[in-house]
Structures are given as C-alpha cells and as structure tokens.
C-alpha cells in the first residue's frame, strides 16, 4: 500500500533532485527523463510512461507549471487541473520514479542540470527536434521516441465533456 508521505516524497525540488540522480548514477543506475503537461491524465499517458520507465531504471517526469502551460497557449480553459494535482497525479503512477515542476518554456535547462542517460519524447517529434538531445548524447546518453496510442488526447477528452 502506498503512503501518503511515499507520493509526496516523489515531488522533488530540481536542488533535491540533482542529490537523488547524482546518488542513483554513482550506483549504476540509468536515469530516464521525459516532460509535460499532463493535464487530465489518460491511458495514452500512462502507457506513454510506462514505456519510458521501461527504458532505464528510473523516470523522471518534469511537469509544466501552470504558468509554463498558459504560455505554451493550448486553450484558455489550459490547465484544468492546478500544478500541484498534475505532479501528484503522475507521482502516483508506479513506473514514475520522481517528479519536479518546471516553469521555463523548455526542459533545457531541467536537462542540463540533471544529466539524464535517457531522454523520452513522443515520436511526433524528429531527435533534432528534441529539447536537449544534444545535452544527452554529447553525455554519451541515448534519446528515444515512443508512438503515443492512437485516439487518446487531453483535448479530445476535453471536448468530450464540453459536449456533454
């Protein structure tokens, strides 16, 4: 049974998180990131993460914070759920190894700082098109891509419940 303490405990400040990676890279571990809104989280999501947790032995998922989220310009109604139920939502997924949020309008400097070995995006984008590839490869890290599952979106699910 997971304990409240364990889910929050996931949610990591970047100064907190850099200790726990740097810890798990000095013992061997390959270190897997991927970032995002996810803001209702659906099974695309969730299968979309397992798949990156699949990749090495631990994810991080790094969060847009809501201000992160308007900027990025989705919809006015973007998000729906406040930063702090999204990063709970994703630390209460097993495959998800921890969670921090980040405000900048790109990973870049999340990446940077935390040296991942692993970098996950989904495949509608090309490698070069990847924030911070170049970081993970230069570092001798490897960058993937994962097919999202066909028909699952949070703006489908959002027009869904529009039309009521």
């Given at each position: ?19 726990c ?11 897997v990131?991927t970032?995002g ?6 099974k ?32 006015a ?10 990063a709970?939502?994703?630390?209460a997924?097993e495959?998800?190894?921890?969670v921090?949020l980040?405000?900048e ?12 070995n692993?970098l ?15 970081i ?9 891509t ?5 028909g699952y ?10 039309k009521?």
């Open positions: 049974m997971m304990h409240h303490q364990t889910l929050y405990s996931k949610i990591k400040s970047l100064e907190a998180l850099k200790v990676i740097q810890n798990d890279q000095a013992n061997g571990l390959s270190i990131f970032n809104c996810f803001d209702l989280l659906h695309g999501h969730v299968d979309y993460l397992s798949k990156a947790a699949d990749l090495g032995d631990k994810l991080i998922v790094a969060v847009n914070t809501d201000d992160s989220v308007r900027r990025l310009g989705k919809s109604s973007r998000p729906i759920q406040d930063q702090e139920a999204r709970t939502v994703i630390a997924l495959s998800v190894a921890y921090v980040f405000n309008d790109t990973p870049f400097e999340l990446i940077q700082t935390l040296a991942p692993v996950v995006k989904g495949s509608d984008y090309a490698v070069h098109q990847i924030v911070g590839a170049d993970v490869l230069a570092n001798g890290g490897r960058v993937e994962i097919d999202f599952i066909q979106s949070t703006s489908a699910i959002e027009q869904k419940i529009l009521g």
